[in-house]
């Protein structure tokens, strides 16, 4: 018994697909009725043809099936990798890969469009990452809350009396250009009063123009940042106009126990209205166990303000490529 296929590997990140095409931009064959010589596989040559008046297709799709998991997902494919078994040879125009959403919207990508891709009998050829990955390899995100016309990038706050120690979802969107055109992805970030009622709000405070990220007269209000499949927090800066030294850490977890940490320096603002700027990067020097020194892929870490007693946040950016790096 030998293999007559060949596999394209491709991941999903989501699970909000209804299927998957796979499809042959030159038109060769990719499923069907084949004639096969396993004589001509051991002499290395062509060992299938199709099979002449039989069905053939040049494209393969994927689908949940009745029973599976599409009841829980809403028919939709689950997050993870798939295989999807076609007929091994040289495309000479390369793949397309559609993933249709059922609501009209198609996400399309190709493989080998320049120089062709060979898929070999009983082996893999991959889609190099997440196939809905569309993000940019390094995404930059600049939370900017002093600006000229006073816009919170968060949206509205809670008000104070309503803010709680677990924290409130605000959604930032990202935009970015995919295949030449706008496109834009929502990130969340939880922000907590903190365990000292470290309450915040966008604020006007003394002696500046414009509205900044104002907490309130306790430490340890927090943030926690959004975790990104297929990249790494390498870094989180904040810029702050106090004139006494303030600094923040990121660690794993918005609540004890916040396990692992790593803090940014103290620093002090030379005045009211020039910020300075204080950041972490990963990997860091950390030299203790307790201590950050990489992040983990994907994964959600949060800033809390050791040291955030009447903070004035002018910029919060966060960082996120696909490699750490040393």
Request: proline letters at 5%.
């Amino acid at each position: 018994m030998k293999n007559l296929s060949g596999l394209i590997k491709v991941a999903m990140s989501d699970s909000t697909a209804k299927s998957i095409t796979v499809e042959s931009i030159g038109g060769e064959f990719m499923s069907g009725h084949v004639d096969v010589d396993y004589a001509r596989l051991d002499a290395g040559e062509a060992f299938w043809t199709a099979t002449p008046g039989k069905q053939q297709s040049s494209s393969v799709t994927i689908a949940p099936v009745s029973g599976s998991d599409a009841e829980t997902l809403d028919g939709c494919l689950k997050t993870g990798s798939y295989y999807i078994s076609v007929l091994p040879q040289f495309y000479a125009e390369g793949l397309r890969i559609t993933v249709d959403y059922g609501d009209g919207n198609t996400l399309v990508r190709t493989l080998g469009e320049t120089d062709g891709i060979t898929v070999p009998r009983s082996d893999f050829n991959a889609f190099d990452g997440t196939l809905d990955d569309t993000l940019p390899d390094v995404i930059t995100i600049g939370l900017s809350f002093y600006n000229e016309n006073d816009e919170n990038p968060l949206g509205a706050f809670a008000p104070v009396a309503d803010q709680n120690v677990d924290g409130e979802e605000y959604s930032y969107t990202y935009n970015y250009t995919l295949d030449g055109a706008p496109a834009g992805k929502d990130f969340i970030f939880t922000i907590s009063k903190g365990k000292n009622s470290a309450t915040y709000q966008h604020y006007k405070a003394s002696g500046l123009d414009h509205n900044v990220l104002l907490f309130g007269a306790k430490n340890n209000a927090w943030i926690k940042l959004p975790g990104i499949p297929g990249r790494y927090l390498k870094s989180v800066s904040m810029s702050h106009g106090n004139t006494t030294a303030k600094r923040f850490r990121v660690q794993e977890n918005p609540q004890s126990p916040v396990g692992k940490y790593f803090s940014s320096p103290s620093l002090k603002a030379p005045s009211l209205t020039a910020p300075v700027t204080e950041t972490v990067t990963f990997p860091t020097t950390a030299t203790q166990d307790a201590q950050i020194i990489n992040t983990v892929e994907g994964k959600s870490y949060t800033m809390e303000f050791t040291e955030g007693a009447s903070l004035r946040v002018f910029d919060i950016t966060v960082v996120y490529p696909k490699t750490l790096g040393d």
